[in-house]
């Protein structure tokens, strides 16, 4: 009997979640470290999962829409790729090195064009917008009103060198209520806007970011009594553009929201924000939930973020050991 494919019916697809409390403490370091290697050397992701009649929820690699690997079964409590059954270190060493040849027999090359394909069609598109939206811009520019149209504020990021001074402090045993408040109402705020923008967006509505008025969706010109201006397209842009926190990872933020309301002294303060750190680290190596929600909440590029994370979710020990293997599995690599 397949337990997973009984555990998960075809009605719901499980996450992430699920899968980590299907598999075993061992087994998920496994798929983490599998997924993670994925990630650093080729820029590939855990997708969502889909549905099979065999094996029931299966997980894929790849991006854009282009899958190095399109099946990873779930059978006892080992994850497999074709006929290798992941549960040990030289179960891992052999998926990795399927993964590696599998991209270097032409899907790395295949990955190139589809996504320079994608890019020119993209391109193209955008073109086209960009001077349809200059030709209506030009239609209402005597109604526009420049010192006051698609202005927002946006609550800020918080510093990637405050958390991870917070984190070097609490290291040390040094509890910091002022710098703990600065990053958790920080988080919170920029997490509760998020949330209830988004929620208004949904509905046809925005909310003046001068004096704080529900309007109401209008094809065109959106006028507030205090004299500001929005355009809804504009406004959903800027939204997505400031990576403000929603969409597949809204339940990590909605969490956060929760229990930071509730946080009374420091211990709990802190364990919410490593929680939330974890989350973050999750997503970073698995990319089950699309693209990196770090990006949401903390300042800086992506790839700033992501070394933030990693090195926050792993302690000294796990990283080094982890660093090792890798190290020691490209030289096996190269020997053969």
Known sequence: MNCWKEMHRKEKRPGINELRTYLSANSMDLFEEFAYHLKREYDLSCAPAVYTMNYGWVFRFGRSNLYLIDKIKIIGDSFCIDDICVEDRDSLTAALKLADTLYAEGFGERLKIHSAQKSAAQYERTKSRLEREKKEIESMSSKINK????????????????????????????????????????????????????????????RCHNCGKILNYSKGLMECDCGYQYLFRDYMRSFRKNNMPSGSAQHIFNNFIEKWQCAQNYSVKMQIIDELVHEFHINLVTGVKGRFVGINLIEGTKKQIEELIVSLAYSNTYKDSKDNFMHNLKNDRVSK
């Open 147 to 206: 010192n006051n149209f698609n202005k927002y504020r946006w609550s800020p990021k918080i510093s990637r060198q405050k958390l991870k001074t917070l984190y070097e402090n609490d290291a040390k045993m040094l509890q910091d209520e002022e710098l703990i408040d600065d990053i958790g109402f920080a988080l919170y705020a920029r997490c509760l806007q998020g949330r209830d923008e988004r929620v208004l967006i949904e509905t046809g509505k925005v």
